[in-house]
């Protein structure tokens, strides 16, 4: 097959919701249409959850959320379809926004009892700043949620989005009959249905038809006057409109009943934009170009307890992928091969021979690689709008057990390499600070550290408001900050100078004495370029 025929058979693209509004549900329902599981069983069976699940960390057993994002691939309908799964939790945040950079397209998981929630917002902020290609799936209408306009307005006005139903449903609840699909015609009728894949479904000839009468009773009055409100309110769907990141198309359903999921599916493929092109330190790369080139995303140690392997995950962006073909390693600059590299099926990896733009692969790391590198076939450029952003949370880190600080040392490198938390030395002193974007992170950074280090932590509290990267410094400004506050001032991993406020008031006093400094709360990943010469 033609590269670009690979290419274009290509979706990339995660699902995200606040937690509990379905995301898994809905994951494991597209296995099941795909036919890459096969049990059409209830959701959480215990053999499902061994084939399709994606929280293989212990710790995320332990307290039921999705911690690592995993990738999934499967075919559907002659196309490759590679599912990045993202952790709902919100203080696994920064893992769900590095993951959101090596998608094309996302699905996003409403629930509609619950609304637009708070982690919605902000994940759906993400998407705007890249414009990527949204679709709106409202989830559980077998319960008594809110008012259809309602979740309609509710999106547009939270999220800073236009929408536009495909689907309308009649009745929600105890009272939910199905959907009626505005484009097709179809109205497919809701059965509480948790193994059956097929739905049942009516065609009509438009929403005049009569036969919408001898179906529904006095129900079709009411859904005739729902469509033509919907079709009075909103705009017409354009794929053009949804590919730019403008507006979204709305479906409804049920994950947990199979039902809506498969007319998301279609639509999804017919719809989602292939590979798409992306920015570097040397203009736009084009998947289609012939040289390869891709990124690390998501760093991941010991997967499998049984290995304690560390894998790299890479976005191919354009070329080809080849196994035991060496390329460029455009930081170190360094010619590397690969032997192992694999796709994955959540926890079960394949090794590959070769892989497409779109394609997520996973490299093993002897610990060579950084979130935000790109390989090449020789080139230099590097791959552009990876965010960090400034922890929210900070602790000063204590050795426990004096007698593995070698350990300790190692798994906090590591732990910071794979972006589970930022690392920051005292630039005088020689504290160790972690800041991380939620309290559960020090969580699993003790757990892991012990686990798979052999590594005992203390966590301090260390109160603080925010850590700012200094840009654009002058010589006096920093011998300001060095005399007056040089508690505050750390160096980041890629020694980055970093200034950690401890109040918001005691920042804008800061930044009032050094009006000439930019104080940056989030950069580029692999952004080196801060470091500065009249530092003493
Ligand atoms: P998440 O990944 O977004 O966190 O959500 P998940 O799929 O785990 O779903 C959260 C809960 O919502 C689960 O129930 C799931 O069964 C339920 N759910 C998902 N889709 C639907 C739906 O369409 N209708 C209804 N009524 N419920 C739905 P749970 O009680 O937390 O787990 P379990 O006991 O089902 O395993």
Known sequence: MSKNLEINKRKTFAIISHPDAGKTTLTEKLLLYSGAIQIAGAVKSNKIKKTATSDFLEIEKQRGISVATSVLSFDYNDH????????????????????????????????????????????????????????IFINKLDREGKEPVELLDELESKLSIKVRPLTYPMGIGLQFRGVYNIY??????????????EEESIIFDGIDDPKLNETFGTDAEKLRHDVELIDGVYESFSVDEYLKGNLAPVFFGSALNNFGVQELLNTFVEIAPPPVARETTNGIIEPERKDFS?????????????HRDRIAFLRVCSGKFERNKFYHHVRLNRQLKFTNPASFMAQSKELIDEAYPGDVIGLYDSGIFNIGDTLTEGESFMFKGIPRFSPEVFRIVRNADPFKS??????????TDEGLAQLFTQNLGNKK??????ELQFDVMKYRLLHEYGASVEFVTLPAYKAFWLKNNIKE??????????????YDKNNNLVFIAETE???????????NTIFLSSIEHNDQTLELENVA
């Open 80 to 135: 490759k379809i590679n599912l990045l799964d993202t952790p709902g939790h919100k203080d696994f945040a920064e893992d769900t926004y590095r993951t959101l950079t090596a998608v094309d397209s996302v699905i996003l998981v409403v629930d509609c009892v619950k609304g637009v929630e708070e982690q919605t917002e902000r994940l759906m902020q993400v998407c705007r700043m890249r414009n990527t290609p949204v679709i």
């Open 184 to 197: 097709k015609n179809k109205f497919s009728f809701f059965r509480s249905n948790k193994t059956k894949v």
């Open 294 to 306: 891709g990124f690390v995303f998501k760093i991941h140690a010991n997967l499998d307890p049984k």
């Open 406 to 415: 070698k350990q300790m040392e190692k798994g906090i490198k590591f732990l």
């Open 433 to 438: 600070v972690v800041g991380v974007v939620g």
């Open 477 to 490: 400004e920093i011998e300001y900050l060095q005399s007056m506050y040089s508690n505050n001032l750390y």
């Open 505 to 515: 008031y005691s920042f804008q006093r800061v930044k009032e004495k050094c009006p």
